[in-house]
Protein backbone atom coordinates (compact mmCIF):
# COMPACT_ATOMS: atom_id res chain seq x y z
CA UNK A 1 0.00 0.00 0.00
CA UNK A 2 1.59 3.65 -0.99
CA UNK A 3 1.85 5.91 1.93
CA UNK A 4 2.65 9.20 2.00
CA UNK A 5 4.91 11.64 4.34
CA UNK A 6 3.87 15.20 3.87
CA UNK A 7 5.90 18.21 6.00
CA UNK A 8 5.27 21.88 5.37
CA UNK A 9 9.19 22.70 6.08
CA UNK A 10 10.87 24.23 2.88
CA UNK A 11 13.85 26.67 3.17
CA UNK A 12 14.68 29.79 1.09
CA UNK A 13 10.92 30.60 0.37
CA UNK A 14 10.08 34.29 -0.86
CA UNK A 15 6.76 34.17 -0.67
CA UNK A 16 5.62 31.13 1.75
CA UNK A 17 1.88 31.92 1.09
CA UNK A 18 2.06 31.48 -2.43
CA UNK A 19 4.15 28.37 -2.41
CA UNK A 20 2.07 26.62 0.00
CA UNK A 21 -0.86 27.23 -1.74
CA UNK A 22 0.32 25.93 -5.07
CA UNK A 23 1.77 22.57 -3.01
CA UNK A 24 -1.35 21.96 -2.04
CA UNK A 25 -2.92 22.51 -5.22
CA UNK A 26 -0.12 20.06 -6.91
CA UNK A 27 -1.37 17.54 -3.75
CA UNK A 28 -5.04 17.99 -4.80
CA UNK A 29 -4.08 17.62 -8.00
CA UNK A 30 -2.62 13.92 -7.50
CA UNK A 31 -5.33 13.07 -5.40
CA UNK A 32 -5.54 10.58 -2.28
CA UNK A 33 -2.35 8.75 -0.85
CA UNK A 34 -0.07 8.26 -4.18
CA UNK A 35 3.59 7.52 -2.54
CA UNK A 36 3.53 11.62 -1.84
CA UNK A 37 6.97 12.97 -0.24
CA UNK A 38 6.58 16.54 0.60
CA UNK A 39 9.00 18.71 2.75
CA UNK A 40 13.00 19.73 2.71
CA UNK A 41 12.41 21.23 -0.88
CA UNK A 42 11.52 17.80 -1.91
CA UNK A 43 8.16 16.75 -3.90
CA UNK A 44 7.69 13.82 -5.44
CA UNK A 45 4.58 11.27 -6.13
CA UNK A 46 4.56 7.81 -6.92
CA UNK A 47 7.29 6.41 -5.40
CA UNK A 48 7.81 3.29 -3.03
CA UNK A 49 8.84 5.48 -0.09
CA UNK A 50 10.72 2.15 1.11
CA UNK A 51 11.99 3.93 4.21
CA UNK A 52 8.38 4.10 5.50
CA UNK A 53 8.24 0.18 5.45
CA UNK A 54 11.42 0.07 7.58
CA UNK A 55 10.05 -0.31 11.40
CA UNK A 56 13.57 -0.23 12.38
CA UNK A 57 14.32 3.27 10.92
CA UNK A 58 10.17 4.25 11.29
CA UNK A 59 10.17 3.43 15.04
CA UNK A 60 13.77 5.51 16.08
CA UNK A 61 12.41 8.63 13.79
CA UNK A 62 9.46 8.69 15.63
CA UNK A 63 11.25 8.59 18.71
CA UNK A 64 13.63 10.75 17.85
CA UNK A 65 13.16 13.11 14.93
CA UNK A 66 10.84 15.60 17.40
CA UNK A 67 10.36 19.16 15.57
CA UNK A 68 9.10 19.68 12.72
CA UNK A 69 12.06 20.42 10.49
CA UNK A 70 13.98 16.98 11.95
CA UNK A 71 10.15 15.17 10.53
CA UNK A 72 11.17 16.41 7.01
CA UNK A 73 14.48 15.24 6.66
CA UNK A 74 13.11 11.49 6.55
CA UNK A 75 14.38 10.72 3.33
CA UNK A 76 18.02 12.14 4.04
CA UNK A 77 17.98 10.24 7.67
CA UNK A 78 17.52 7.11 5.62
CA UNK A 79 19.96 7.99 3.16
CA UNK A 80 22.78 7.76 6.32
CA UNK A 81 20.54 4.79 7.72
CA UNK A 82 21.70 2.69 4.26
CA UNK A 83 25.44 4.22 4.77
CA UNK A 84 25.58 2.90 8.31
CA UNK A 85 24.02 -0.74 7.42
CA UNK A 86 26.84 -1.15 4.67
CA UNK A 87 29.31 0.36 6.58
CA UNK A 88 28.75 -2.70 9.72
CA UNK A 89 29.47 -5.13 6.96
CA UNK A 90 32.67 -3.57 6.27
CA UNK A 91 35.86 -2.98 9.06
CA UNK A 92 36.00 -0.03 10.89
CA UNK A 93 34.21 2.84 12.55
CA UNK A 94 31.66 5.31 12.01
CA UNK A 95 32.03 9.04 11.70
CA UNK A 96 29.33 12.13 11.94
CA UNK A 97 30.96 15.57 11.95
CA UNK A 98 28.94 17.85 12.86
CA UNK A 99 26.48 15.82 15.33
CA UNK A 100 24.66 19.23 16.63
CA UNK A 101 22.06 17.76 18.50
CA UNK A 102 22.82 14.17 17.92
CA UNK A 103 19.59 13.65 16.40
CA UNK A 104 20.34 11.53 13.26
CA UNK A 105 23.07 9.79 14.73
CA UNK A 106 20.66 8.88 17.54
CA UNK A 107 18.11 7.75 15.03
CA UNK A 108 20.59 5.20 12.86
CA UNK A 109 21.99 4.23 16.17
CA UNK A 110 18.67 2.84 17.25
CA UNK A 111 17.90 1.56 14.45
CA UNK A 112 20.58 -0.40 13.92
CA UNK A 113 20.78 -1.27 17.48
CA UNK A 114 24.38 0.20 17.60
CA UNK A 115 25.27 -1.17 21.42
CA UNK A 116 24.73 -4.85 19.84
CA UNK A 117 28.19 -3.84 18.03
CA UNK A 118 30.60 -3.42 21.04
CA UNK A 119 33.45 -3.58 18.34
CA UNK A 120 32.38 -0.68 16.23
CA UNK A 121 32.31 3.06 17.67
CA UNK A 122 30.54 6.10 16.64
CA UNK A 123 32.85 9.00 16.57
CA UNK A 124 30.59 12.40 16.84
CA UNK A 125 32.02 16.07 17.15
CA UNK A 126 30.75 19.39 17.12
CA UNK A 127 31.61 22.88 18.34
CA UNK A 128 28.14 23.25 19.91
CA UNK A 129 28.36 26.49 21.12
CA UNK A 130 28.16 29.57 18.24
CA UNK A 131 30.34 32.25 18.10
CA UNK A 132 30.00 35.71 15.61
CA UNK A 133 33.34 35.08 14.66
CA UNK A 134 32.39 31.37 13.16
CA UNK A 135 31.50 31.27 9.29
CA UNK A 136 28.67 28.87 9.70
CA UNK A 137 25.24 30.21 10.92
CA UNK A 138 24.17 29.33 14.42
CA UNK A 139 21.68 27.27 15.29
CA UNK A 140 18.72 27.49 17.62
CA UNK A 141 19.96 25.03 20.74
CA UNK A 142 23.76 26.08 20.21
CA UNK A 143 25.03 26.91 23.64
CA UNK A 144 26.98 26.04 26.25
CA UNK A 145 24.49 23.01 26.96
CA UNK A 146 24.77 21.62 24.05
CA UNK A 147 27.59 19.56 25.05
CA UNK A 148 26.61 17.93 28.20
CA UNK A 149 23.22 17.38 26.57
CA UNK A 150 23.87 15.70 23.65
CA UNK A 151 26.61 13.23 25.90
CA UNK A 152 23.80 12.43 28.42
CA UNK A 153 21.75 11.69 24.54
CA UNK A 154 24.31 9.11 24.11
CA UNK A 155 24.84 7.84 27.57
CA UNK A 156 23.54 4.40 27.19
CA UNK A 157 26.14 3.74 24.31
CA UNK A 158 29.57 3.32 25.57
CA UNK A 159 30.73 2.77 22.00
CA UNK A 160 29.40 6.29 21.13
CA UNK A 161 32.17 8.76 21.76
CA UNK A 162 30.72 12.89 21.62
CA UNK A 163 34.30 15.16 21.45
CA UNK A 164 33.51 18.80 21.77
CA UNK A 165 35.85 20.96 19.45
CA UNK A 166 36.94 22.67 15.83
CA UNK A 167 36.78 20.34 12.88
CA UNK A 168 39.45 19.56 11.44
CA UNK A 169 41.76 20.54 14.62
CA UNK A 170 39.79 18.26 17.29
CA UNK A 171 40.19 14.94 15.13
CA UNK A 172 44.04 14.99 16.13
CA UNK A 173 42.13 14.08 19.73
CA UNK A 174 39.94 11.61 18.99
CA UNK A 175 39.25 9.60 15.34
CA UNK A 176 39.52 6.11 13.88
CA UNK A 177 41.94 4.78 11.88
CA UNK A 178 39.53 3.10 10.09
CA UNK A 179 36.48 4.39 8.64
CA UNK A 180 33.49 2.17 7.50
CA UNK A 181 30.86 5.27 7.25
CA UNK A 182 31.20 8.80 7.26
CA UNK A 183 29.01 11.58 7.34
CA UNK A 184 30.07 15.32 6.73
CA UNK A 185 27.31 17.85 7.80
CA UNK A 186 29.93 21.34 8.58
CA UNK A 187 27.93 23.76 6.62
CA UNK A 188 31.67 24.78 5.88
CA UNK A 189 34.11 24.14 3.01
CA UNK A 190 36.77 24.52 4.45
CA UNK A 191 36.21 22.59 7.81
CA UNK A 192 34.61 19.96 5.30
CA UNK A 193 37.64 19.85 3.36
CA UNK A 194 39.70 19.43 6.41
CA UNK A 195 38.07 17.04 7.38
CA UNK A 196 38.40 15.00 4.04
CA UNK A 197 42.29 15.80 4.06
CA UNK A 198 42.96 14.34 7.51
CA UNK A 199 39.83 11.21 7.25
CA UNK A 200 39.15 10.33 3.64
CA UNK A 201 42.61 8.03 3.30
CA UNK A 202 41.06 5.80 6.22
CA UNK A 203 37.94 5.48 4.97
CA UNK A 204 38.00 1.86 4.12
CA UNK A 205 37.42 0.71 0.49
CA UNK A 206 33.73 0.13 -0.16
CA UNK A 207 33.08 2.58 2.53
CA UNK A 208 30.10 5.64 1.93
CA UNK A 209 30.48 8.97 2.49
CA UNK A 210 27.46 11.18 2.47
CA UNK A 211 28.24 15.17 2.08
CA UNK A 212 24.98 16.49 3.62
CA UNK A 213 25.01 20.02 1.80
CA UNK A 214 26.91 19.10 -1.24
CA UNK A 215 23.56 19.49 -3.40
CA UNK A 216 22.12 22.54 -1.99
CA UNK A 217 22.43 26.09 -3.58
CA UNK A 218 22.93 28.23 -0.67
CA UNK A 219 25.84 25.78 0.32
CA UNK A 220 27.22 25.77 -3.03
CA UNK A 221 31.03 26.62 -1.60
CA UNK A 222 31.68 22.78 -0.70
CA UNK A 223 30.78 21.46 -4.11
CA UNK A 224 33.32 24.24 -5.49
CA UNK A 225 35.67 22.96 -2.75
CA UNK A 226 34.70 19.34 -2.94
CA UNK A 227 34.72 18.78 -6.70
CA UNK A 228 38.18 19.35 -7.72
CA UNK A 229 39.55 17.35 -4.56
CA UNK A 230 38.10 14.13 -5.32
CA UNK A 231 38.76 15.09 -9.10
CA UNK A 232 42.84 15.14 -8.12
CA UNK A 233 41.81 11.37 -6.24
CA UNK A 234 39.53 10.07 -9.11
CA UNK A 235 36.23 10.24 -7.74
CA UNK A 236 33.08 12.03 -8.27
CA UNK A 237 30.40 13.09 -5.84
CA UNK A 238 26.48 11.88 -7.13
CA UNK A 239 23.95 14.46 -6.16
CA UNK A 240 21.45 12.85 -4.80
CA UNK A 241 17.53 14.38 -4.99
CA UNK A 242 17.96 15.23 -0.67
CA UNK A 243 20.64 17.51 -1.75
CA UNK A 244 23.45 15.32 -0.14
CA UNK A 245 26.51 14.25 -2.13
CA UNK A 246 27.39 10.40 -1.90
CA UNK A 247 30.28 8.87 -2.73
CA UNK A 248 31.73 4.82 -2.34
CA UNK A 249 35.42 4.74 -1.35
C1 LIG B 1 23.43 21.19 10.24
S1 LIG B 1 24.22 20.98 11.78
C2 LIG B 1 24.51 19.24 11.86
C3 LIG B 1 23.23 18.40 11.96
C4 LIG B 1 23.49 16.94 12.23
N1 LIG B 1 24.42 16.37 11.29
C5 LIG B 1 22.21 16.12 12.15
O1 LIG B 1 21.99 15.46 11.11
O2 LIG B 1 21.41 16.10 13.10
C6 LIG B 1 25.82 21.66 11.46
C7 LIG B 1 26.72 21.68 12.68
O3 LIG B 1 28.07 21.90 12.24
C8 LIG B 1 28.77 22.45 13.34
N2 LIG B 1 30.05 22.96 12.84
C9 LIG B 1 30.24 23.88 11.87
N3 LIG B 1 31.57 24.06 11.65
C10 LIG B 1 32.21 23.23 12.51
C11 LIG B 1 33.58 22.93 12.74
N4 LIG B 1 34.57 23.49 12.05
N5 LIG B 1 33.88 22.00 13.67
C12 LIG B 1 32.89 21.38 14.37
N6 LIG B 1 31.58 21.62 14.18
C13 LIG B 1 31.25 22.54 13.27
C14 LIG B 1 27.82 23.48 13.89
O4 LIG B 1 28.11 23.75 15.23
C15 LIG B 1 26.44 22.81 13.69
O5 LIG B 1 25.97 22.25 14.90
Same mark, same amino acid.
Given at each position: ?? +? &?? *? +? @??????? &??????? /? %????????????????????????? &????????? *?????????? @??????? $?????????????????????? #????? +??????????????????????? =??? $?????????????? #???????????????? =??????????????????????????? %?? $? &??????? /??????????????? *???????? *????????? #???????????? $???????? %? =???
Amino acid at each position: MS +K &NH *L +K @TVFFGLR &NPTMFYE /G %LQTALDGIGGAMGAYAGDNLFTYGR &NLGFLDDPA *LMQAFGKHAS @TEIEQAL $LWRVSVILWGVRHGLRLQGDFV #ECACY +KGTTARIVCDAVDFGAHPDRHYY =LYD $LFEHDASQPHHAMP #EHGKHLFAQVKQRFSD =LPNVTVTQGRVPEVLREAAPGKIAFMH %LD $L &NNADAEV /GALETLFDRMVPGAV *LILDDYGW *LGYRAQKDA #EDPWFAQRGYRV $LELPTGQG %L =LIK
